[in-house]
């Protein structure tokens, strides 16, 4: 009975996807504050979250904007940030690509870290799966994540006018990409992308618009990609 | 303060930006697959940028008048620590927010 499994795959996807309320809620709720610390009105910064969906290009941009980057800057830095989606979306496509396009249209804009990585380990885990097993599930682990990342931002923005300059939320950004960041760091190459991305953003600081930070992100990338060819040449006979 | 034509150009432009990235394969190529050094290079994307955004804010913080801060270094050590060893994102949130307020309330 396709209803019934479907049924049960949405709600295994709902149990799979909540776990990821810790990270989103807080995750969130820095967004809303760090957001209208930042001068932006409650409207704007809902639009922010309901728009782009995704939190470190989020953070990216309106860090970049009190900067003063130009708007070319901001929206290239920001999209190189999520650049990892267009990977997920090619992930996902051998198993939902023959679903109809409006549901292709649905699952683009929910794509987003956590429904992107329990979907691909459990779509890997149970390949025999039907498509609208494949959906549910997906659409399952969305429920608990996407609209709470909605809400945790209006409540951040609430918040946010409420705290004083002495608790230094200046510095939440860094700490929290700094957090992001560092259980990334599993393999060589990933070190040496990221020794690479600071060596050179900050060596490039002086270069006008925030270009030096996207120099800085594509040499990262190259040595990234190289050092692990290299290494993998190395370990084949 | 941030210009409010900018931010709305930078909020429609990064909607539509991010939702081509996601529907790129999905909607349009379909199921071919991707060459393999376009994934090489995409798998380092988050670690390349992050860090070279971050780094001239954990040395040179705005808040202090770009002088180097041992609250907002230390912050940074722990967090970075913590990150590493739990492999938790929230842990080592936590970990460097007690670091600076700690650190915050020892130097003043």
Redesign the interface.
């Known amino acids: 009975m396709a209803s019934a499994s479907s049924k049960s795959a949405y709600w295994k996807g709902f149990k799979d996807g909540a776990p990821f309320l810790?990270?989103v809620g807080?995750f969130g709720v820095l967004f809303g504050v760090v957001a209208t610390e930042?001068?932006?009105n409650i409207t704007?910064t809902m639009?922010?979250s309901i728009?782009?969906?995704?939190g470190?290009?989020?953070f990216?941009?309106?860090?970049l904007?009190?900067d003063e980057a130009p708007?070319l800057i901001?929206?290239a830095?920001?999209?190189?940030?999520?650049?990892?989606?267009?990977?997920?979306?090619?992930a996902?496509?051998?198993h939902?690509?023959s679903a109809p396009?409006w549901q292709?249209?649905c699952?683009?804009?929910f794509?987003v870290d956590q429904s992107y990585a329990v979907s691909a380990a459990q779509f890997e885990k149970t390949p025999d799966w039907t498509l609208s097993q494949k959906i549910a599930y997906f659409f399952g682990a969305v429920t608990p994540v996407c609209p709470m990342w909605y809400v945790v931002t209006w409540i951040g923005a609430y918040a946010g006018t409420a705290i004083p300059p002495e608790f230094?939320l200046?510095?939440a950004?860094?700490?929290?990409?700094?957090?992001?960041?560092?259980?990334?760091?599993r393999t060589l190459?990933?070190v040496l992308?990221?020794?690479?991305?600071?060596i050179?953003?900050?060596s490039f600081?002086w270069v006008p618009y925030n270009l030096?930070?996207l120099i800085?992100?594509?040499?990262?990338?190259?040595v990234?990609?190289q050092a692990?060819?290299m290494l993998s040449r190395r370990i084949k006979p | 303060?941030?210009d409010?034509t900018?931010?709305?150009?930078?909020?429609?432009?990064?909607?539509a930006?991010?939702?081509a990235?996601?529907?790129?394969?999905?909607?349009i190529?379909?199921?071919r697959?991707?060459p393999e050094?376009v994934?090489?290079?995409?798998?380092?994307?988050?670690?390349?940028?992050?860090?070279?955004?971050?780094?001239?804010?954990?040395?040179w913080?705005?808040?202090t008048g770009g002088e180097p801060d041992p609250?907002?270094l230390t912050?940074?050590a722990v967090?970075?620590?913590?990150?590493?060893t739990t492999?938790?994102?929230?842990a080592?949130?936590f970990g460097?927010?007690i670091a600076?307020?700690g650190m915050?309330y020892l130097i003043s």
């Not at chain 1, 830095?77 to 090619?90: D, P």
């Not at chain 1, 800085?216 to 190259?222: H, I, K, R, T």
């Not at chain 2, 709305?8 to 432009?13: D, E, F, S, T, Y």
Request: glycine residues 8%; positive net charge.
């Open positions: 810790l990270v807080p930042a001068g932006l704007e639009a922010f728009m782009v969906i995704a470190a290009a989020q990216t941009a309106i860090q904007m009190q708007t901001v929206l830095t920001a999209l190189a940030v999520n650049l990892r989606m267009a990977m997920y979306s090619a996902l496509t051998p939902l690509g396009l292709r249209a699952i683009a804009y794509t230094a200046d510095f950004i860094p700490i929290t990409f700094l957090a992001i960041i560092a259980p990334l760091l190459p990933h992308a990221c020794a690479t991305s600071v050179l953003a900050l600081a030096g930070l800085a992100a594509l040499g990262a990338m190259m990234g990609a692990e060819l | 303060m941030i409010s900018q931010l709305w150009i930078v909020i429609l432009g990064l909607g930006g991010s939702f990235l996601r529907f790129s394969f999905l909607g190529i379909g199921k697959p991707l050094w994934l090489r290079h995409l798998r380092y994307t988050a670690v390349a940028v992050l860090p070279g955004l971050i780094a001239p804010l954990v040395l913080p705005a808040a609250a907002r912050a940074a967090t970075l620590l913590v990150g590493i492999r938790n994102v929230l080592a949130i460097g927010a600076l307020y915050m």
